[in-house]
């Protein structure tokens, strides 16, 4: 199974990217000692060293399901400003989202138009009199790429193939990460009072989350006796 998941710093201030760049290498070692292959695909820096605005990532594996449930949401760090000395506040939020897979993007064969052409530069004259480039054309989004590697107008075709999905699929994450970016800003101000994961202090410890069993077994008590009053 694989997932694609971005970090993103939203609208927040340089703060929010500092603490980006933590809880991504964070989730990288968690990911990583769990057997998950993981990949950065896409990262934007910000505007302080060592911080990230945004970044894309691939995770696969057999846990990759929970593993991603376990972090998708709001993430909270209480800390002191590592950028600005005297500043007051002391809570900073993020956010990681899970985005359309690759493989959710159908690439139908029928959809790619291929065109023989004759190869241009040096060679001699076989490059001159065969038509062994291949310029494949995704028709619905009108991406092209030429290919001309080979003398075999059937090798270039597999690699005309190959080049044009990865062409593709670099618009195809561009997209996401717009995509994404927006609905982060949107979500940002709902979110921040439901932090999937809080850490605290300069070396970023997790804080635990204390789960109040006692105080719901209470309320649905109180519920239950309600219902048979009424």
Known sequence: MQKLIQITSGRGPAECTRVVARVLQILIDEARNLGLDVQVLQKIAGDENGTIETALLSIEGNQTFSFVASWVGTIQWIGESEIRKDHKRKNWYIGIFEVGNVSDMEIKDGDISYQAMRSSGAGGQHVNKVSSAIRATHVPTG?????????????????????LLVKIREKHFQSLKTNEISQWKNQMQIERGNPVRVFRGSDFKRISEKKGYKSQRLKLKNDLKNEFDR
């Not at 991406?143 to 080049?163: C, F, G, I, P």
């Open 143 to 163: 991406t092209q790429v030429v290919v001309m590697d080979s003398r075999s107008q059937h090798q270039n075709k597999k690699l005309a193939y190959e080049r």
